[in-house]
């Protein structure tokens, strides 16, 4: 009797897991990212850095195995009162995944996205505060591979393994009156286990 009630739970997962990527599923993932860490200098003074990070993706499963989403992500952070930081994107990806045994999953896809980063520095000279501050603008366009977890029918683990990307970065420099602008064009690629990216998606 044991045999096939554990036969029946088995087959039942297999088949959540197979539904999970199915045409019309849903799927949202959450990133919360928050670090403070303290410094302290030859001359007994602290430094006390901040960053913050959320971000939130949004896909549809538009076919079986193939599902289309958006990210939105926002940043902040601090140095002290030396540095202030803001950061704002958005990326729209289209990923395929291959069922490689039961639940396990491999994928590929691609990714195209925009992030607008404005960054305040504040220097003293002679008791006076001198400001300077960057405004950057990223477009980057990507193509990446991994792996995915479907853990019954609203969970899935996700890991991007392989990275290479293409970007396009605008900057413009500004400090009382005066201005510099700077453009770059970058192209990277990672390979296995580097800048391994992980996220826990829900599905509905």
Same mark, same amino acid.
């Given at each position: 009797?044991? +045999?096939?009630?554990?036969?029946?739970?088995? $087959?039942?997962?297999?088949?959540?897991?197979?539904?999970?990527?199915?045409?019309?599923?849903?799927?949202?993932?959450?990133?919360?990212?928050?670090?403070?860490?303290?410094?302290? $200098?030859?001359?007994?003074?602290?430094?006390?850095?901040?960053?913050?990070?959320?971000?939130?993706?949004?896909?549809?499963?538009? @076919?079986?195995?193939? +599902?289309?989403?958006?990210?939105?992500?926002?940043?902040?952070?601090?140095?002290?009162?030396?540095?202030?930081?803001?950061?704002?994107?958005?990326?729209?990806?289209?990923?395929?995944?291959?069922?490689?045994? +039961?639940?396990?999953?491999?994928?590929?896809g691609g990714?195209?996205?925009y992030s607008?980063?404005?960054?305040?520095?504040?220097?003293?000279?002679?008791?006076?505060?001198?400001?300077?501050?960057? +405004?950057?603008?990223?477009?980057?366009?990507?193509?990446?591979?991994?792996?995915?977890?479907?853990?019954?029918?609203?969970?899935?683990?996700?890991?991007?393994?392989?990275?290479?990307?293409?970007?396009?970065?605008?900057? @413009?420099?500004s400090q009382?009156?005066?201005?510099? @602008?700077?453009?770059?064009?970058?192209?990277?690629?990672?390979?296995?286990?580097?800048?391994?990216?992980?996220?826990?998606?829900?599905?509905?």
């Amino acid at each position: 009797m044991k +045999k096939y009630v554990l036969s029946a739970a088995l $087959l039942l997962c297999g088949a959540l897991g197979a539904y999970a990527q199915t045409k019309g599923t849903n799927s949202i993932g959450l990133g919360i990212e928050n670090s403070k860490n303290k410094h302290t $200098l030859a001359d007994g003074s602290t430094l006390e850095n901040r960053y913050s990070n959320y971000s939130l993706r949004y896909a549809n499963f538009v @076919k079986d195995n193939v +599902k289309l989403g958006i990210g939105l992500s926002y940043g902040d952070g601090e140095q002290d009162d030396r540095s202030e930081t803001k950061n704002y994107g958005a990326s729209f990806l289209y990923q395929k995944y291959f069922p490689v045994y +039961k639940k396990l999953y491999v994928f590929v896809g691609g990714e195209a996205g925009y992030s607008y980063t404005k960054a305040n520095n504040f220097n003293y000279v002679g008791g006076v505060i001198m400001e300077t501050q960057t +405004k950057t603008n990223l477009y980057s366009l990507g193509a990446y591979g991994g792996a995915s977890y479907f853990l019954g029918k609203h969970w899935e683990l996700e890991a991007r393994i392989l990275n290479a990307s293409a970007g396009y970065i605008s900057s @413009k420099n500004s400090q009382a009156g005066y201005s510099q @602008k700077n453009t770059n064009f970058s192209l990277k690629t990672a390979g296995a286990f580097t800048n391994l990216g992980f996220s826990i998606n829900f599905l509905f």
